[in-house]
């Protein structure tokens, strides 16, 4: 299932990075997703 390791894999990859983030003061993330991936318009 292409959708769960798109979710999953995004939410392991957040919480690598995420204490060196902590550590060095903290900024923000952005998670842009598509559907585009899936459907295609006329």
């Known amino acids: 299932m292409r ?3 798109a979710v999953f894999g995004l939410m392991a ?3 690598a ?3 060196k983030m902590r ?4 900024d923000r993330v952005v998670n842009v997703g598509s559907i585009g991936g899936l ?4």
């Open 13 to 15: 990859v957040t919480r």
């Open 3 to 5: 959708a769960g390791s």
């Open 23 to 26: 550590e060095n003061g903290g």
């Open 17 to 19: 990075f995420l204490p």
């Open 39 to 42: 459907m295609t318009s006329p």
